[in-house]
């Protein structure tokens, strides 16, 4: 494409004086004006195209303008553009039923909301209202949303600024092998004594005052954090025993980030409410839902539920909901990610971990990936500190750079990067984009002790 100055400055111009963006200084930042995409690629004013190998915030899943989704938005705009929530609705009635099943066992109703964030927020209250209890239990380095209850269980900085929040939510260790919190030396070890943890944090707080336990199914922006073998099916014994309600907030890694439609079903373990958004439709429009067991949804068969949204199941966002579960059928594309993972990205990920020094650990699922950044693999030391900003980030800063530099728009937290393209990107694509990251690393090995 060609360069097109006049609209680049425009938009910045617009941008820089008037939008008010995410989790940003706005002095501080320069956005990207982006003029289009299409697949896994887009491109700037400048001409410049990029590979998304972060699918927008870990939500582009079927890739920028899929013809089938902006064909289901436009004809359900040209049928009924929207529709209150409290009548019954076509595309709504279809995406709740074609979620239900596909979640395991008996986990059969949706409650649709517009986000991630306030999906937590509802599961918390269903949980509340059904346990009677209001405490929560969430994972440190985890991230659930920017809305008050979401960002109190929130396990990472974002929580600060925000506090004090809401004071009925504890925070606990989860497994995380490469830098365990419980000296374990290996996978068994780490989810015995991570799960003898989250018993004593239980039985401290107290069981009786413990509605719900919230975790990511595999932690996402924190780490792409995989839980080692009988984690989960030891919360879910932990939650039973003690009344608890499981939450699985699957924002990030829902509908077929890990090869999975929910990636519990990769574990085998049936929370209580799974959490959703993101992937559901490629972020085309706003939605995210709770999915709802059967003991927790007749608890307001009688009793109202005391909660929600005039959007609930917006019609344009439930549209492109209903052909992604077309696509994702037709397109074999949970077959697809579990082999581009397994044949692709694992083995070239293991050969870049081998030569490159400041690579301390690779590790994921589907297509779902943490590179692990170190300054010296012997100590682990991270190649930047926890939570670095500004000079203390620089050393990302360069890799990053050398990626962009190769047309790679990589996702970036503390010293890791995360592989996450869109699950409809081409083996060619993807070879080229981890082939620019093997590249852009030799930047980090410079730095390494
Ligand atoms: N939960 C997880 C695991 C997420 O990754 C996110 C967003 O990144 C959220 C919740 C919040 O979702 P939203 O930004 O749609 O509110």
Redesign the pocket.
Known sequence: ALPDREADARVRADDRGHVFHSWSAQALIDPLPIASGEGSTFRDYAGNAYLDFSSQ???LNLGHQHPDLVEAIQRQAGRLATIQPSMANDVRGELARRIAEVAPSDLDKVFFT???????EYAVRMARQVTGRRKVLSMYR??????ST?ISL?GDPRRWPNEPSDGSVAHFLGPYPYRSSFHAETPEQETERALAHLEQVITLEGPQTIAAIIL?TI???NGVLVPPPGYLQGVRELADRYGIVYIA?????GFGRVGEWFAVNHFGVTPDLI?F??GVNS?YA?L?GVVISQRIASHFDTVPFPGGLTYSGHPLACAPGVATFEVFERDGILERVRDLGERVVAPRLAEIAEHHPSVGEVRGLGLFWAIELVRDPATREPLVPFNASGADAAPMAKVVAACKEGGVWPFVHFNRLHVAPPLVITEDELRRGLDVIDRALDRADALVA
């Open positions: 915030l870990v939500n517009n986000g991630g964030a306030d999906a937590n985890s991230y659930h949303g920017g809305t979401a929130t990511e932690v996402g922006t907030d699957e924002v990030m890694v959490t958004a993101k972020g706003p995210g």
